[in-house]
């Protein structure tokens, strides 16, 4: 039995509706063979698509080739604008070229500067990869993208530097633990910084309200308790996402840095760090992001009673956004 389901253009070929299926689909979307893909190779999968979507496929194409030219396609190429992103602010290029920024945003005993060189390249990098995968089918002025991004900039130095001088001033902890805690910092300055960049980028929609979806995916009204469930989980997976990341690694290194080895060859700790941090980035990445699916439920009558006259359904369905 084939592992590849019929193809189906434009949807993915795991089950969204589980865990497991989540979790392979955006294996397939950070997948970072697909940086390197052949300007010859992209256009035979675009051309492939074109042929599948005028049904005219060649003799003998299989599915198999089908979904891989589509994930090909869907890698490279913006849904909305059918341009060409570019390739560190892919999904697929966000492990390769953030994991340097991790590193960065990890190592002990950052002065008051590199504390702000990194969390400002963290942020530059976040906007840059948003930005390049945004939804484009309503365009958005870039002035809301740029308000987002200097109020996250903003909340993630200012919480990570003010937090290293509380450190620093604590009498009680020992060198020992100042340094441990210290390398805890990133993440509350990360995950703040990614609730706000939510709040400002999307704050229109509390006051608009968003679509919201029947059985049928026809959409039924707009619903503003809709848009603030979806911007609380948005915001919830905001801050689940960058945990493993940020956590995990200085654990880690907490105690591979008490090994023998270690302890007599410290050139080896930089780059023991460095990989760690690419393991926990590559493992924590996917399963952050499939803890949530991309489409939520409510039921109706948590809903504006226009939503409730408008259709019979008792649960309807909203997109929550990343």
Same mark, same amino acid.
């Given at each position: 039995?084939?592992?590849?389901?019929?193809?189906?253009?434009?949807?993915?070929?795991?089950?969204?509706?589980?865990?497991?299926?989540?979790?392979?689909?955006?294996?397939?979307?950070?997948?970072?063979? $697909?940086?390197?893909?052949?300007?010859?190779?992209?256009?035979?999968? %675009?051309?492939?698509?074109?042929?599948?979507? @005028?049904?005219?496929?060649?003799? /003998? %194409? $299989?599915?198999?080739?089908?979904? @891989? &030219?589509?994930?090909?396609?869907?890698?490279?190429?913006?849904?909305?604008?059918?341009?060409?992103?570019?390739?560190?602010?892919?999904?697929?290029?966000?492990?390769?070229?953030?994991?340097?920024?991790?590193?960065?945003?990890?190592?002990?005993?950052?002065?008051?500067?590199?504390?702000?060189?990194?969390?400002?390249?963290?942020?530059?990098?976040?906007?840059?990869?948003?930005?390049?995968?945004?939804?484009?089918?309503?365009?958005?002025?870039?002035?809301?993208?740029?308000?987002?991004?200097? /109020? &996250?900039?903003?909340?993630?130095?200012?919480?990570?530097?003010?937090?290293?001088?509380?450190?620093?001033?604590?009498?009680?902890?020992?060198?020992?633990?100042?340094?441990? #805690?210290?390398?805890?910092?990133?993440?509350?300055?990360?995950?703040?910084?990614?609730?706000?960049?939510?709040?400002?980028?999307?704050?229109?929609?509390?006051?608009?309200?968003?679509? #919201?979806?029947?059985?049928?995916?026809?959409?039924? /009204? $707009?619903?503003?308790?809709?848009?603030?469930?979806?911007?609380?989980?948005?915001?919830?997976?905001?801050?689940?996402?960058?945990?493993?990341?940020?956590?995990?690694?200085?654990?880690?290194?907490?105690?591979?840095?008490?090994?023998?080895?270690?302890?007599?060859?410290?050139?080896?700790?930089?780059?023991?760090?460095?990989?760690?941090?690419?393991?926990?980035?590559?493992?924590?990445?996917?399963?952050?992001?499939?803890?949530?699916? @991309?489409?939520?439920?409510?039921?109706?009558?948590?809903?504006?009673?226009?939503?409730?006259?408008?259709?019979?359904?008792?649960?309807?369905?909203?997109?929550? /956004?990343?």
């Amino acid at each position: 039995m084939s592992e590849y389901p019929p193809f189906q253009y434009g949807k993915s070929r795991f089950d969204q509706n589980t865990f497991f299926g989540r979790f392979r689909h955006f294996l397939d979307v950070i997948d970072p063979s $697909t940086l390197f893909v052949t300007e010859k190779r992209l256009r035979e999968c %675009v051309e492939l698509l074109d042929h599948f979507k @005028q049904g005219t496929l060649p003799l /003998g %194409v $299989t599915d198999a080739q089908l979904w @891989q &030219a589509q994930k090909i396609k869907q890698a490279i190429i913006h849904p909305d604008t059918g341009e060409k992103i570019l390739m560190p602010f892919r999904m697929s290029g966000f492990i390769p070229f953030g994991t340097p920024v991790v590193v960065g945003l990890l190592l002990p005993n950052q002065t008051l500067a590199s504390t702000v060189f990194w969390q400002w390249l963290n942020q530059s990098h976040n906007a840059c990869v948003n930005y390049s995968n945004r939804n484009a089918s309503k365009p958005a002025p870039a002035s809301k993208f740029l308000q987002g991004y200097l /109020g &996250a900039v903003t909340s993630a130095v200012s919480i990570a530097v003010g937090l290293n001088v509380l450190i620093q001033r604590a009498s009680r902890f020992s060198p020992t633990t100042r340094l441990l #805690v210290q390398r805890f910092i990133p993440f509350p300055a990360v995950a703040s910084a990614n609730v706000c960049n939510v709040v400002l980028m999307r704050h229109s929609e509390l006051s608009e309200g968003i679509s #919201v979806l029947d059985n049928n995916g026809n959409v039924v /009204g $707009t619903s503003k308790v809709a848009a603030r469930h979806a911007l609380l989980e948005t915001a919830l997976t905001r801050v689940v996402m960058p945990m493993p990341i940020l956590v995990l690694p200085p654990l880690i290194m907490s105690a591979l840095e008490k090994l023998p080895l270690l302890q007599r060859q410290k050139r080896l700790v930089l780059p023991v760090h460095s990989l760690v941090c690419l393991a926990a980035f590559s493992l924590a990445l996917p399963l952050a992001i499939s803890l949530f699916p @991309q489409m939520s439920q409510i039921s109706v009558d948590q809903l504006e009673p226009e939503i409730a006259m408008a259709t019979d359904c008792k649960i309807v369905t909203y997109n929550k /956004g990343l």
